[in-house]
C-alpha cells in the first residue's frame, strides 16, 4: 500500500514542525526588527544632537561677531552630514543670518521610510556665549532627512527577514530527509507486510521487526500487532466453540421469547381495562364538578335573594331615626350580615376556581392606588387595635399594569385582613416593587407567627394554623385558600415565612406586564416651589411611616433636612390629638407652613398653616398637602375622592326606573335606594308584566332581574329588542348569581350592563349615570 507525498507521516510532521519554526522565527524576527528600530530611532536622535552640541559653540561666536562668511562655512559642513538637508543660522528676530540647504535624494522604498521615522526632522538650538549667558544671540535651525537612517534600517529589517527564510528551508530539507529514513520508510516496510495478511486466516501470519527498531515506539508496536495475531487465533478457536453453543440456545430463546410475548399480551389488556376505567372515572369526576357548579350557582341566587334583602332592610332602618341601642344593634346584625356574605363569596370563588370557571379580566389598573385604597379600608381595624399599618411602596414603581385589578385585591385585602387579625403588637407593613417584569408584594406583620407545622395547613380549605388558633380568633380558613388559588390563577406565586412569636411574612409575585399609555397623567405634579421651599422632618426615624414618607420626597427631587438644625420650610410632624409637645412646637414654626401626619386621622380640623396628611400614606395626599402648605394650592382647593357624593346634582334629572323583580323584600330595598337617588320607580313582578309596562309608560331605564317565574329577563330582554322603539332603552341586569358566564349570558340577550345583588347605593348610583340617557333623549322620550 503506497501513500503519496503529502500523506506520508514524514511529511507531515515536518511540515508542523517547519511552520511552528517558521512562526516561532517571524516573531523572533519581528521582535529583533522592533528592537532595531527603536534602537535606529535613539541612535538618528543622538547623532544629530552630537552634530548640533559640537556645532553650537563656533555657531555662537559667529553669531555674537555676526560674522557671515564664517557662518556660510559652518553651514556648509553641517551639510555634508548625509542626512542633514538645510541648516540656518537666525537673530532673535527670527531673520536669518545665514542659510545652506540641498535637495532631499529619491527612492521608491522612501515611502516605507516616512512612514516609520517620518519625512524629515527640525533640531533647533539656541545661541549663547559663555561671556553673555542670559542674552540670546539667535537659534541654529538643522533640518534633516530622515531617509538616511531609514534606509540603513531597511536593509537590515530585509536580510534579517530573509535569512530567517533561508534557515527555514534548510531545517525543513534536513528534517525531511530524517524523518523519512528513521520514521516512514520503518513504518511502510510495516505496513506492507501487514497487509499481506489474509482474512481467512490471520492467526498464521506474524510482522519482522524492521532491524534498528527492536527498542523504539515502531519494534514495540511491531511486537503488539504479533501479540494481537496471537490473540485472533485463541479468539477464533473460542468463537468457533461459542457458535456452536449459540445454536444450542436459539431454540430456548424462541420458547421464551414465546412465553414472555403472551404474558405482555395479557398485561396489556389488563392496562387497556384500567385505562378505560380511568377514563369513565374522569368522565364521572367532570359531570359531579358541572354538577356542583351548576349547585352553586343555583344557590348562590337562592341565598342572595333573601340575603340581599336583609342587608338592603337593615341598611335603610340604619337611615332612620335609631336610639342609641337599636342603631348599635342593626349594625351588628349589618355587619354579621356582611360577613356572611363575604364568606359566601370566598366559597363560590374557591368553588369556581376547581370547577375552571374563574375569568380574568386584562385591563388597565394602578397597583399604587390598589394598595392605598386597601391600607385606607384596614386602616380603621389597625387603630383599633393600637398597632401601626405602613405602606412601603418604591418610588420607581410603574403607575400602570395590565391585570384583574379586581382579584388582586381580593388577594390583599385577605392577606391584610389576617395580618391586622393575628397581631396584637408592633404593626403591619405592606411593600411593593417591581422588577424584571414581575411585580412582588409584601405583607409582613409581627403577629403571632406559626409553627412549622401550621405552615404546612394554611393554604388548605377550612384549615388554619392550629386549633388554638381557631379558638382565640375564629375565622373559616378560606381566605388564603383563595389568596392561593387566585395567585396561582394569574400565573403568580404566594410564600410565606413565619416563626411562632416572631410574626408572619407572606410574598406574592405577579407577572404583570406594564401599561404605558397614559402614564404621565398619573404622576403627581410638584410645583418649583415646594422644592425651592424643602421640608423639615420632625419625625424621628425609627418611625415605620417615615420611610415611605422621605423615599416620596426624595424622588420628586424635594430637600429633606431636620426640623431642629433648620427652622425655615415645611414642617412635616407626627402627632396625635394629646400631643401637645408636638402641637405646641408645630405652633411656634416659622417656616412656610406645617403638615401634622397622625396615623389615628383624630385630630381636629387643621387651622392657619396646619394640613392634617392621615396615615397609612397616600402619595397623592402627601403632595396636595405640600402644595397647600407651601401656599401653591388653596385650602379649600383639595380633591376629595373619597368623600361620598351628593345624592342628586343639579344638573342631572330624575329618571323614571322600571324595576322587574319578583321578591317584595328586594323590590322594597331597591324602590328605596332609587327614591334616595332622586328617581322615580316603578314595579313589574315578571318579564312579561315589564313589556307591559314599557307599552302603557315612558321609562328611561330598566333593572332587570335574571331569575323569574312566568318570563325570566333574559327572554323579556330579547322580546324587548325585537320592538324598535326600545332597541337603544338602557336594560341593566340585576342577579344573584356569580358564576362565570353570566355576565356574557346577560350581554348576549341584549342588556347593558351587569350588576350583582345584593343592592348597593353606590354600584346602582353609578350604573344610572353610566347608562343615563342624554338630555336629548330624554326631552324627546317626554
Known amino acids: 500500500m503506497s501513500k503519496g507525498f503529502k500523506q506520508r507521516l514524514s511529511y507531515r510532521l515536518t511540515r508542523d514542525t517547519v511552520l511552528v519554526a517558521m512562526v516561532l522565527g517571524l516573531v523572533l524576527n519581528v521582535v529583533q526588527i522592533t528592537l532595531d528600530y527603536f534602537s ?69 522604498y522612501r515611502w516605507v521610510s516616512d512612514l516609520l521615522f517620518g519625512s524629515d526632522r527640525v533640531f533647533r538650538q539656541e545661541l549663547q556665549v559663555p561671556q553673555l549667558e ?20 531597511l536593509q537590515r529589517a530585509g536580510y534579517t527577514l530573509i535569512s530567517g527564510l533561508l534557515k527555514s528551508l534548510i531545517l525543513s530539507a534536513a528534517l525531511l530527509a530524517i524523518f523519512y529514513f528513521v520514521l516512514t520508510r520503518p513504518m511502510l516496510n510495516v505496513i506492507s507486510a501487514l497487509s499481506q495478511v489474509r482474512a481467512s486466516s490471520p492467526e498464521k501470519v506474524r510482522l519482522p521487526i524492521p532491524a534498528n527498531h527492536r527498542e523504539d515506539e515502531i519494534g514495540t508496536m511491531v511486537g503488539i500487532i504479533n501479540q494481537h495475531l496471537e490473540t485472533i487465533d485463541s479468539s477464533l478457536a473460542q468463537l468457533r466453540h461459542a457458535e456452536s453453543a449459540m445454536k444450542n440456545y436459539s431454540t430456548q430463546l424462541e420458547q421464551e421469547v ?38 352553586l350557582a343555583s344557590m348562590s341566587h337562592e341565598i342572595r335573594t333573601p340575603l340581599n334583602g336583609v342587608l338592603g332592610m337593615l341598611g335603610l332602618a340604619l337611615e332612620g331615626e335609631l336610639d342609641p341601642a337599636q342603631r348599635n344593634r342593626m349594625e351588628i346584625a349589618l355587619n354579621a350580615g356582611e360577613n356572611l356574605l363575604g364568606l359566601l363569596n370566598d366559597i ?92 412582588r408584594i409584601d405583607v409582613v406583620d409581627t403577629g403571632i407567627g406559626m409553627s412549622s407545622e401550621g405552615l404546612h395547613r394554611i393554604f388548605s380549605p377550612f384549615s388554619q394554623a392550629d386549633a388554638e388558633t381557631t379558638r382565640l380568633y375564629g375565622g373559616t380558613g378560606l381566605g388564603l385558600t ?143 398637602c405640600l402644595a397647600r402648605a407651601a401656599g401653591v394650592m388653596a385650602s379649600d382647593d383639595r380633591a376629595t375622592p373619597d368623600a361620598a357624593p351628593e345624592e342628586q346634582t343639579g344638573t342631572e334629572q330624575s329618571l323614571a326606573v322600571l324595576l322587574v323583580e319578583d321578591n317584595q323584600v328586594n323590590q322594597l330595598v331597591a324602590s328605596n335606594l332609587l327614591k334616595k337617588l332622586g328617581h322615580r320607580a316603578d314595579h313589574a313582578e315578571n318579564g312579561l308584566k315589564a313589556i307591559q309596562a314599557l307599552e302603557q309608560s315612558h321609562y328611561d331605564l330598566v333593572l332587570m332581574d335574571c331569575q323569574m317565574p312566568v318570563m325570566d329577563g333574559y327572554e323579556a330582554t330579547q322580546r324587548i329588542r325585537q320592538n324598535p322603539q326600545w332597541k337603544d332603552l338602557p336594560i341593566i341586569a340585576v342577579t344573584a348569581n356569580v358564576m362565570q358566564g353570566d355576565r356574557e349570558d346577560c350581554l348576549a340577550s341584549g342588556m347593558n350592563d351587569y350588576i350583582t345583588k345584593p343592592y348597593k347605593r353606590d354600584e346602582l348610583r353609578e350604573v344610572i349615570n353610566r347608562w343615563r340617557p342624554s338630555p336629548s333623549s330624554e326631552s324627546s322620550g317626554r
Open 348 to 439: 363560590l370563588d374557591i368553588s369556581k376556581v376547581e370547577a375552571g370557571k374563574l375569568s380574568l379580566e386584562n385591563i388597565p389598573f394602578s397597583v399604587r392606588h390598589l394598595i392605598e385604597e386597601c391600607a385606607t379600608l384596614h386602616a380603621q381595624q389597625a387603630r383599633r387595635k393600637h398597632i401601626y399599618l405602613v405602606t412601603e411602596i418604591d418610588p420607581d414603581l410603574p403607575e400602570n399594569f395590565l391585570g384583574d385589578p379586581t382579584r388582586v385585591r381580593q388577594v390583599l385585602n385577605n392577606l391584610l385582613s389576617n395580618a391586622i387579625k393575628f397581631t396584637d403588637e408592633g404593626g403591619v407593613k405592606i411593600r411593593a416593587a417591581y422588577s424584571g417584569g414581575s411585580m
Open 134 to 153: 542670559d542674552l540670546s544671540l539667535g537659534h541654529l535651525i538643522v533640518t534633516i532627512d530622515t531617509y538616511h537612517y531609514g534606509a540603513l534600517f
Open 258 to 295: 414465546e412465553d414472555r410475548t403472551r404474558e405482555i399480551s395479557e398485561k396489556n389488556e389488563a392496562l387497556q381495562r384500567g385505562n378505560r376505567a380511568l377514563v369513565k372515572a374522569k368522565e364521572d369526576a367532570v359531570r359531579r364538578a358541572r354538577a356542583r357548579a351548576n349547585f
Open 482 to 624: 383563595l389568596c392561593r388559588q387566585l395567585v396561582e390563577r394569574m400565573h403568580g406565586q404566594i410564600l410565606v415565612d413565619s416563626r411562632q412569636g416572631n410574626g408572619t411574612h407572606f410574598t406574592v409575585t405577579l407577572p404583570l406586564p406594564v401599561h404605558e399609555a397614559g402614564e404621565d397623567q398619573d404622576l403627581p405634579r410638584v410645583d418649583a416651589r415646594v422644592r425651592d421651599i424643602g421640608i423639615a422632618m420632625a419625625i424621628p426615624p425609627e418611625n415605620p411611616h417615615r420611610s415611605a414618607i422621605e423615599a416620596e420626597l426624595r424622588k420628586r427631587g424635594i430637600p429633606v433636612r431636620g426640623a431642629s438644625r433648620h427652622p425655615e420650610g415645611i414642617l412635616l410632624a407626627l402627632a396625635s390629638a394629646d400631643d401637645e409637645e408636638t402641637l405646641a412646637f408645630a405652633a411656634d414654626w416659622q417656616g412656610a407652613g406645617v403638615i401634622l401626619a397622625d396615623a389615628t386621622g383624630t385630630l381636629p380640623p387643621a387651622r392657619g398653616r396646619y394640613q392634617l396628611l392621615s396615615l397609612p400614606l397616600r402619595r397623592n395626599e402627601l403632595f396636595r
Open 40 to 108: 535606529a530611532k535613539e541612535s538618528m536622535e543622538n547623532e544629530i544632537h552630537a552634530l548640533i552640541d559640537i556645532s553650537n559653540s563656533p555657531a555662537s561666536q559667529i553669531a555674537y561677531n555676526i560674522d557671515v562668511r564664517l557662518a556660510e562655512e559652518l553651514l556648509d559642513g553641517l551639510l555634508r552630514h548625509p542626512a542633514t538637508i538645510d541648516a540656518r543660522i537666525t537673530d532673535n528676530d527670527d531673520e536669518t543670518m545665514a542659510a545652506s540647504s540641498k535637495s532631499s535624494p529619491e527612492s521608491p
